[in-house]
């Protein structure tokens, strides 16, 4: 699994309906609207990097409205959840 982070900017009235366009693209999981130089960020996941160029060049950057994108491929992913298993060893939590 390849995780891409996009950031998007975009004709600043229209945010919403190109929010809605991106997150309705296969390989997109999640949007959203940010503070800060671009107007939304979006979580591309996709099974491998040749994935990636149809996802965002393909199709993010084609959306009416998105004016530039700037993309970031995680390496790996760590989240409260994956960091509790890799340290769990099994055992139940006592009462």
């Given amino acids: 699994m390849v ?5 998007i900017k975009t004709e600043v009235d229209r945010i919403p309906e190109i929010a809605e366009a991106i997150a309705d693209i296969p390989g997109v999981s999640e949007v959203y609207s940010i503070t800060g130089d671009y107007d939304l960020l979006a979580i591309v996941r996709v099974a491998a990097y040749d994935d990636v160029a149809e996802v965002i060049p393909g199709r993010i950057n084609k959306v009416h409205g998105v004016l ?24 139940k939590e006592a009462d």
């Avoid at 298993?85 to 099994?90: R, T, V």
């Fill in 3 to 7: 995780t891409a982070i996009v950031h």
């Fill in 68 to 91: 530039a994108t700037e993309t970031h491929l995680a390496f790996r992913t760590y989240s409260r959840h994956d960091v509790e298993a890799a340290f769990s060893i099994g055992l």
